[in-house]
């Protein structure tokens, strides 16, 4: 793969094609990041961005374990590392895709919220002795831009009998939520923390496992989270009651945090009407978030520099949702044949692409410079509270 000091460099080639700038050592310093300061297990959420460099790159940083949510997730990353310990955390599962895990995989850990899919996993396993199983509580989305509160989670009052249930048929029973993602609350996890508590209590079961699921944010214009520390402080506080439980552990599956800051885009200006740009990827491409929640990624210009302005973007589809409202801030005179930097987009970017229109395509090359900022500069490690 092409290398380039910086994406200024690799523009000077004038891609026609929609090139991703990969810097596989920001992923790296994420991961050791949370390796060194997670006081318990990391399991890389690998739907935020599931490119093999970007695989390589969590587990080059000490985090080799993987949150994967389809047989196809699952398939990539055993055939990527053998023997990975991989935790299907999907709490809805074809019982085909259950089988495939747990006989060719040799995956034991499993994510469920309801009666239904408990009966499912013992069905698909053929009664298996040796599972690591997760009730996933519904907790409240407050504080996160993308809530996940909706779709999956046993309610707290419905959790203490699943629990129960669980407990009879797993080696090790868990808890596992989800506040969110890009989740700007440490009190969101605090409170998260306390539901499980509380689900616990009634039930009445000893926990092996607390899993505080993902939501760990990165930083985008108008969006600076708390540090990292926060977050992890929190839950290593609140895991303290459950130590009661010998062995048990704490477990999270950060995906955005991990990667977010691991890939740009070079995009090519089409045109210009107004203070609108055309650019060559857009809504129905890896800026689904950009176009659909109104998200501004922060940008530059590659191709000049002077006085700002605020534009808003559309993307190459013939579509008029294909637009990202912004604004985005770039150089007032910018110009069709000019060159822009689109940064943040590790985390659910190339991923989120369609081919809508035949569009969809994309070039990758690996930037050596620094991604466009970093919540990973100070050292913001988290001593290990909780061994
Ligand atoms: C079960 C589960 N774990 C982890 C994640 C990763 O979340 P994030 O990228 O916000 O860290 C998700 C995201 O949807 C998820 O559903």
Request: with cysteine.
């Amino acid at each position: 793969m092409a290398r380039y000091d910086s994406a200024r460099q690799l523009a000077a080639h004038k891609p026609d094609t929609p090139v991703f700038c990969i810097r596989p050592h920001a992923v790296t310093r994420a991961a050791r990041w949370f390796a060194d300061g997670f006081p318990g297990k990391t399991y890389y959420a690998v739907k935020a961005n599931p490119e093999g460099w970007a695989l390589d790159a969590v587990r080059a940083g000490g985090v080799s374990r993987f949150d994967v949510a389809s047989i196809v997730e699952i398939r990539d990353v055993a055939a990527r590392f053998e023997g990975a310990e991989l935790a299907f955390m999907h709490p809805i599962k074809a019982e085909a895709a259950i089988a495939e895990a747990y006989a060719d995989h040799g995956v034991r850990i499993f994510s469920l919220d309801s009666e239904a899919e408990l009966q499912k996993i013992v069905r698909a396993t053929g009664g298996a002795k040796d599972l690591t199983l997760c009730v996933r509580l519904a907790v409240p989305s407050d504080g996160a831009h993308i809530p996940l509160n909706a779709k999956f989670g046993a309610h707290v009052l419905d959790a203490p009998s699943l629990l129960q249930a669980t407990r009879q048929v797993a080696q090790r029973t868990g808890l596992a939520f989800h506040v969110g993602s890009q989740s700007m609350s440490p009190a969101a996890t605090a409170r998260a923390m306390e539901l499980a508590q509380d689900a616990v209590v009634r039930a009445g079961v000893i926990l092996d496992v607390v899993d505080v699921g993902g939501g760990f944010p990165a930083a985008y214009p108008g969006m600076t989270p708390p540090p990292l520390r926060a977050y992890v402080e929190e839950a290593a506080e609140r895991f303290e009651p459950f130590l009661s439980a010998v062995n048990s552990e704490l477990w999270c599956e950060p995906g955005r945090a991990l990667v977010a800051e691991g890939a740009s885009l070079v995009l090519k200006v089409e045109a210009r009407r107004g203070n609108a740009l055309y650019l060559n990827d857009g809504t129905y491409g890896a800026l689904y978030d950009a176009g659909a929640l109104g998200w501004r990624y922060p940008v530059r210009s590659l191709s000049r520099a002077g006085d700002s302005a605020e534009f808003t973007f559309y993307g190459p589809t013939c579509d008029d949702a294909d637009r990202m409202e912004g604004p985005f801030v770039l150089p007032a005179d910018t110009a069709p044949g000019d060159y822009v930097e689109i940064g943040q987009l590790g985390a659910y970017g190339r991923c989120m692409a369609t081919r809508f229109n035949g569009y969809g395509d994309y070039m990758e090359a690996v930037c050596t410079d620094d991604p466009f900022g970093t919540i990973y500069q100070e050292d913001t490690k988290v001593r290990r509270a909780v061994q």
